[in-house]
């Protein structure tokens, strides 16, 4: 089974810098895709960015981009100039395609704060 | 262009009563996920249909919880009778159809079980 790991629970940054969220995923598929998503206290989660693991050039979204290491299952996201809107639930999460079926499995979540 | 439309917002309930939540997904979109947020996890995917059937609910305790896609828009998702342990934010999603799309999640349902 596919299992998709966040191992910070909570992250801090100040405002203008640069944090690096973790995530690191299990799988025997060769074709699959990977997302971050952004929960904020609305509950509505909403897509940051999202990579296709046959392209090799990894996914930029403005402040977004996202250091994706396939051989080693390996998709953390950088966020640049981080502003205090960034401070949320940080979802990392992996579809694979089966037919019809395209569930998303998620991690655990990191909880961004971001400081003045 | 409007959203994934959910509700209610909240719901508070007793342990065995039953319950139901709406989900209105994107004008268009032929697929509809239910997913399961319990405090502290990611959401977890309790049914997925594809207009009017479903393609994937191995995930979904069947003993209690049902759901239902009315003519390949709407849905409900319906528990009786609830435990303590639904006590969740309940998640709709929609996309198109295809392995490329992207999903789209409404602000979903709050559920407290006392």
């Given at each position: 089974a596919q299992t998709v790991t966040q191992s910070q629970p909570e992250m801090s940054v100040q405002e203008a810098e640069t944090v690096t969220l973790s995530c690191t995923y299990d799988t025997s598929e060769s074709d699959y895709y990977l997302f971050w998503y952004k929960q904020p206290p609305s509950r509505q989660m909403i897509l940051v960015i999202r990579q296709e693991a046959y392209k090799q050039q990894n996914a930029t979204e403005n402040r977004f981009s996202v250091n994706f290491q396939k051989a080693a299952k390996s998709f953390s996201l950088k966020i640049s100039?981080?502003?205090?809107?960034?401070?949320a639930m940080y979802f990392c999460a992996y579809k694979v395609d089966t037919g019809t079926a395209s569930k998303l499995t998620f991690g655990t979540g990191t909880r961004l704060q971001v400081t003045l | 262009e409007a959203g994934v439309a959910q509700s209610p917002r909240y719901k508070i309930i007793e342990k065995r009563q039953s319950v139901a939540f709406w989900c209105n997904p994107i004008s268009g979109h032929a697929t509809l996920y239910w997913y399961q947020q319990i405090l502290g996890q990611g959401p977890k995917l309790l049914i997925q249909f594809q207009n009017n059937g479903?393609?994937?609910?191995?995930?979904?305790?069947k003993d209690r919880f049902s759901a239902e896609r009315l003519k390949g828009v709407d849905s409900t998702l319906k528990i009786q009778?609830?435990?303590?342990?639904?006590?969740a934010v309940y998640l709709c999603a929609s996309s198109l159809m295809g392995p490329r799309n992207i999903q789209y999640f409404g602000a979903g349902t709050r559920l407290s079980v006392l």
């Open positions: 100039d981080s502003q205090l809107g960034d401070a | 479903v393609v994937d609910d191995s995930q979904l305790p009778p609830a435990k303590l342990e639904d006590s």
